[in-house]
């Protein structure tokens, strides 16, 4: 994996409202951690308000990418359920 692809993996995480995004281990008021590009192939997730940090290795990424992509695809169904429901009701 490039630090490309794992930093795609975080911030599309990140971004998804439908799962609980990493945050801060000191605070979890603080913003939601981020990803920081340490070269030499690795990634580390960075509160930007406090500066903790937390490694993660790629196991922990695939898994990452795997809850971000199913929770979508949930999301998606369950939109389109209630979209029908909806049409079903006006109808
Ligand atoms: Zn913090």
Not at 24 to 31: A, E, R, Y
Not at 37 to 41: P, V, Y
């Given at each position: 994996m490039t630090n490309q692809e794992r930093i795609k993996i975080i911030t599309s995480f990140q971004s998804n409202p439908l799962v609980h995004p990493l945050t801060?281990?000191?605070?979890?008021?603080?913003?939601n951690l981020a990803p920081v590009?340490?070269?030499?192939?690795e990634v580390i997730l960075k509160?930007?308000?406090?500066g903790y940090k937390q490694h993660i290795d790629d196991e922990f990424l695939a898994l990452l990418a795997e809850l971000d992509t199913r929770q979508r695809e949930f999301g998606k169904t369950r939109e389109d359920l209630l979209k029908q429901h909806r049409y079903v009701k006006e109808y």
């Open positions: 801060c281990g000191v605070n979890s008021l603080h913003q590009d340490c070269g030499d192939d509160c930007l308000d406090c």
